[in-house]
């Protein structure tokens, strides 16, 4: 990866010197785009408390993530791309971080340490394609499959070749991904579970918007790890979404999805298993209504369940992360997870309440269940202030487990 992009970044300036003006040296065509690059700088600094049955003490996580990004202007077509973050504990890391060796805390997965976060090259010289090379950041659709699991300090992104059509738009669009790396949220440094995932995968994905009643999407994405077979998997899905406009102020939203997954490259286990989701959201300003329910297929072996390993798993399945931290996103079991959510606006704030109620797909039986709540808000055009809260219920499953957040953000 590292040749293919200093090769990228080498040709790039080259080759959009020797399309310019003549007259203009090589030298000044690179200090003309540094001078007119674009320059971001961020803070996030979160307090994450985590009470878990199972642990003689508490998890008190006070972490500080610095990102900075560059972006030279090389002209319409060429695009480029360096951003770094580092994450930093701000006081004692009274937490495991699958890196300290304190594991007789909850874990709190936000290790110390600086990492290259993105780097890619992008042309956009063809009639809506762009072409990226490099590390860089993927979230396709809503996440359930492949994201950055930005919620945590570190984010996973991807090193691969990625070609996407289309834009904002287009009623059509497509997009497809070879992937050669996965720099996951556990590093930057080497360790339990491992910082990146050897990668041989094809992601693809297409979706048509008919009009805001109807969208219809298809993806396959072919996830096979060197290192990592248990998690290699085909999934192949469907989805239909959109939003009716039942009267003035008042909207119908809905969302259905079925994927079928099986064992791919050298996955040790012979397995198929079903994913399906039913959505419903109504709104009427200020306040939106949602349920859902969500069925990731179980099977009678270890492993034989359906799962999402690339996904930003704490969007699903309840904030506490009981499923994520546990099994890597897959239960043999499956689950089935009934949730209910109320949203609403009041005071320049966004408040939303969820619950869950969750069973296992296969076998029968409660595997717990879990209120989330959260409030936030933005002020002063570069702030933000989160305040989050997760409660689960365990019954007969895992362990019972509280978590609070507080969550200062900075962007410039």
């Known amino acids: 990866m590292k040749m293919f992009l200093a090769l990228a970044v080498l040709l790039l300036p080259a080759g959009y010197a020797a399309a310019g003006e003549q007259g203009d040296g090589l030298s000044d065509r690179i200090a003309a785009a540094v001078e007119d690059g674009t320059i971001k700088l961020s803070f996030r600094y979160r307090y994450e408390f985590v009470d878990e049955d199972g642990f003689a003490k508490d998890a008190h996580a006070s972490t500080l993530r610095s990102r900075l990004s560059f972006a030279p202007k090389f002209g319409d077509d060429w695009a480029l791309l360096a951003e770094i973050d580092d994450i930093r504990p701000i006081g004692n890391d009274t937490f495991n971080d699958t890196r300290n060796g304190k594991t007789d805390r909850?874990?709190?997965?936000?290790?110390?340490?600086?990492?290259?976060?993105?780097?890619?090259v992008r042309y956009t010289g063809f009639d809506r394609v762009a072409l990226t090379l490099g590390r860089q950041r993927i979230n396709r659709g809503n996440q359930r499959y492949i994201g950055g699991v930005g919620w945590r300090q570190n984010e996973q992104t991807y090193d691969s070749f990625s070609a996407a059509y289309g834009d904002a738009e287009s009623p059509f669009q497509a997009f497809y991904a070879y992937v050669f790396n996965v720099r996951r949220i556990f590093g930057p440094e080497r360790g339990t579970p491992g910082r990146e995932l050897d990668s041989d995968s094809h992601l693809l994905d297409a979706q048509y918007r008919f009009g805001p009643a109807l969208r219809l999407s298809g993806y396959a994405y072919l996830l096979d790890f060197d290192d990592a077979d248990s998690l290699s998997s085909s999934t192949l899905?469907?989805?239909?979404?959109?939003?009716?406009?039942?009267?003035?102020?008042?909207?119908?939203?809905?969302?259905?999805?079925?994927?079928?997954q099986e064992d791919f490259g050298d996955n040790p286990v012979n397995?198929?298993?079903?994913?399906?989701?039913?959505?419903?959201?109504?709104?009427?300003?200020?306040?939106?209504?949602?349920?859902?329910?969500?069925?990731?297929?179980?099977?009678?072996?270890?492993?034989?369940?359906?799962?999402?390993?690339?996904?930003?798993?704490?969007?699903w399945q309840g904030w506490a992360d009981r499923f994520a931290v546990a099994t890597g996103g897959g239960l043999a079991s499956g689950v089935e997870d009934l949730y209910l959510g109320i949203g609403w606006q009041l005071l320049d704030g966004k408040f939303l309440l969820r619950y869950h109620d969750f069973d296992a797909e296969t076998g029968g039986g409660s595997l717990g269940s879990e209120w989330d709540a959260s409030a936030s808000w933005k002020f002063a055009k570069y702030y933000g202030l989160l305040l989050k809260f997760a409660s689960y219920d365990a019954d007969s499953f895992s362990a019972d487990a509280t978590k609070f957040w507080v969550m200062l953000t900075a962007a410039f």
């Open 271 to 315: 397995y198929d298993a079903d994913y399906y989701l039913l959505e419903a959201n109504l709104g009427w300003r200020p306040v939106v209504v949602t349920a859902g329910f969500e069925v990731l297929g179980g099977g009678s072996a270890p492993g034989s369940g359906f799962r999402t390993p690339l996904a930003t798993l704490h969007k």
């Open 106 to 120: 909850p874990a709190v997965l936000d290790p110390e340490g600086t990492d290259l976060n993105q780097a890619w």
């Open 237 to 260: 899905g469907i989805r239909a979404d959109g939003e009716l406009a039942l009267r003035e102020g008042v909207q119908l939203g809905y969302a259905a999805e079925y994927a079928r």
